[in-house]
């Protein structure tokens, strides 16, 4: 193999590797899991089921939660766009999140990308 031959491989390989670490960086894209709020009576109630947040706007106020209870078979979760608010993947039970401060928050389903809805805070 000739020198020239050899940087271009490495190269090659080089490049492999950010592509690996690129695609391994999003498969774990989903943010940490933020623990549910426990002690408080919810404002509203989300069904979680296959596969749609029903209903999947719902507005509260400042200082006040959202219960999400998943119904199954299959397994959901509620991720926010900003990460202020993740469950963990579940098929029953329920996540509750107390939000603080007003504004439009987006959420979906890691693994259902169809599953969206929105808090309205205000
Ligand atoms: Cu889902």
């Given at each position: 193999?000739?020198?020239?031959a050899?940087?271009?491989?490495?190269?090659?390989?080089?490049?492999?590797a950010?592509?690996?670490?690129?695609?391994?960086?999003?498969s774990?894209g989903?943010?940490?899991p933020v623990?549910?709020d426990t002690?408080?009576?919810p404002?509203?109630?989300v069904?979680?089921?296959?596969?749609?947040f029903?209903?999947?706007?719902?507005?509260?106020?400042?200082?006040?939660?959202v219960?999400?209870?998943?119904?199954?078979?299959d397994?959901?979760?509620?991720?926010?766009?900003?990460g202020?608010?993740?469950?963990?993947?579940?098929?029953?039970?329920?996540y509750?999140?107390v939000?603080?401060t007003?504004?439009d928050?987006?959420?979906?389903?890691?693994i259902?990308p169809?599953?969206t809805?929105?808090?309205?805070?205000?």
């Amino acid at each position: 193999m000739t020198r020239r031959a050899l940087r271009s491989a490495l190269a090659t390989a080089a490049i492999a590797a950010l592509l690996a670490l690129g695609l391994a960086g999003c498969s774990a894209g989903k943010p940490d899991p933020v623990p549910s709020d426990t002690g408080v009576e919810p404002a509203v109630t989300v069904r979680v089921i296959d596969n749609t947040f029903e209903p999947a706007h719902v507005s509260v106020k400042p200082g006040q939660a959202v219960r999400w209870v998943f119904e199954g078979p299959d397994q959901h979760d509620v991720v926010a766009g900003d990460g202020s608010f993740v469950s963990e993947l579940m098929s029953s039970g329920e996540y509750v999140h107390v939000f603080a401060t007003a504004g439009d928050f987006l959420y979906d389903c890691s693994i259902h990308p169809e599953m969206t809805g929105t808090v309205t805070v205000g």
